[in-house]
T-cell receptor, first 112, second 115 residues
Framework: GEDVEQSLFLSVREGDSSVINCTYTDSSSTYLYWYKQEPGAGLQLLTYIFSNMDMKQDQRLTVLLNKKDKHLSLRIADTQTGDSAIYFCAERYGGSQGNLIFGKGTKLSVKP | DGGITQSPKYLFRKEGQNVTLSCEQNLNHDAMYWYRQDPGQGLRLIYYSQIVNDFQKGDIAEGYSVSREKKESFPLTVTSAQKNPTAFYLC??????????????FGAGSRLTVL
């Protein structure tokens, strides 16, 4: 079945760029998402990309998609301490239900 | 402001008791979802509903029940049959599931602890 894989931890210094990686399994056209979760809170949508796109940029966030390798990355430029959170990659199922399957999340720690 | 409200934020339950978590949305979304989050496990889908008076089981529905009598409301009952109910529960909604990006909007979550 469909699966989404992410590394569990990433640590960077304030001001550096962060790159969070994700791999997915669905080979059909689909949507891919990045969500952010701060401690004790719900998930907040950061951005999403359709699988016919290679890249999407929104201010400090850049999403890169390698469809051949089924690899998605989220780059955060000039990482700040407020970016410390768990970042979830998600993929939309094929079919009419349209449900999302989530990775286990990458905990980003930003050191001052 | 439009959004999703979950209550209570924290809930303690004794073993053998049923508890109901509330989820209300004023976004006029058709679809609603319940997820369970455990440390290091990501989000797992419990139940979802695409339309009023209809709902489907997700990946881990055993020990849970839901209802969808109103478009705005999708309460989740954690029954005594759920063997390990201590977790963080997240409710979400989306405009529709048929086409497009199906972007989910999440509530702030409810943390259930079984004593």
């Amino acid at each position: 079945g469909e699966d989404v894989e992410q590394s569990l931890f990433l640590s960077v210094r304030e001001g550096d760029s962060s790159v969070i990686n994700c791999t997915y399994t669905d080979s059909s056209s689909t949507y891919l998402y990045w969500y952010k979760q701060e401690p004790g809170a719900g998930l907040q949508l950061l951005t999403y990309i359709f699988s016919n796109m290679d890249m999407k940029q929104d201010q400090r966030l850049t999403v890169l998609l390698n469809k051949k390798d089924k690899h998605l990355s989220l780059r955060i430029a000039d990482t700040q301490t407020g970016d410390s959170a768990i970042y979830f990659c998600a993929e939309r199922y094929g079919g009419s239900q349209g449900n999302l399957i989530f990775g286990k999340g990458t905990k980003l720690s930003v050191k001052p | 402001d439009g959004g999703i409200t979950q209550s209570p934020k924290y809930l303690f339950r004794k073993e053998g008791q049923n508890v109901t978590l509330s989820c209300e949305q004023n976004l006029n979304h058709d679809a609603m979802y319940w997820y369970r989050q455990d440390p290091g496990q990501g989000l797992r889908l419990i139940y979802y509903s695409q339309i009023v008076n209809d709902f489907q089981k997700g990946d881990i529905a055993e020990g849970y029940s839901v209802s969808r009598e109103k478009k705005e409301s999708f309460p989740l009952t954690v029954t005594s049959a759920q063997k390990n109910p201590t977790a963080f529960y997240l409710c979400a909604s989306s405009i529709n599931t048929i086409s497009g990006a199906n972007v989910l909007t999440f509530g702030a979550g409810s943390r259930l602890t079984v004593l």
